[in-house]
């Protein structure tokens, strides 16, 4: 986007935040999780590149995907969702799970060890929550949760995860 004032591409950061606050934020919260993922990789915390970081996250955010589901969401090829998929297997991240029902199908399935590495981004949500909770009046904070609990589930369409 064109900023005629100044002749620049893009927007500042305080210029996002007045044009569009919900990106602005999302950019703030990103920024911190790739602080956190870039400082475990350094200390070697987390035995995880980049790339499989994102691919552990989407196959949880996906919720037991098949590897064809997975190849699908990120539009890769199955042949290389599988190599990505057996790496994070063999680092202890992901686990195929078989189904139930038909025994040729197997399911994708974060482990403990990504719930350890998880519970510890979660964190910085939760304390971002307990600051919204200070700061609003109980139907504020109501209202709050349930704009993004509409955002969640009606307004995001290109990213629906459910089967």
Not at 38 to 48: K, M
Not at 57 to 66: G, H, R, V
Not at 101 to 128: A, C, G, Q, S
Request: hydrophobic content about 35%.
């Amino acid at each position: 986007m064109l900023n005629s004032s100044e002749g620049k591409v893009g927007l500042s950061p305080k210029e996002r935040l007045e044009r569009n606050p919900l990106s602005a934020i999302y950019s703030k919260f990103r920024v911190h999780y790739y602080r956190d993922v870039f400082r475990r990789i350094n200390s070697r915390e987390l035995s995880l590149t980049t790339t499989e970081v994102y691919c552990v996250e989407i196959i949880y955010n996906l919720d037991k995907p098949t590897i064809q589901e997975f190849a699908n969401f990120i539009g890769i090829s199955a042949p290389n969702a599988t190599y990505k998929v057996n790496s994070l297997i063999k680092k202890g991240y992901v686990q195929k799970v078989q189904s139930e029902t038909d025994k040729r199908e197997f399911y994708l399935d974060v482990t403990e060890k990504y719930y350890r590495y998880y519970n510890i981004n979660e964190k910085y949500l939760d304390i971002v929550e307990h600051r919204l909770q200070e700061a609003l009046s109980k139907e504020e904070f109501e209202m709050f949760n349930n704009t993004l609990k509409k955002i969640y589930w009606e307004l995001m369409p290109e990213v629906d995860i459910s089967r």
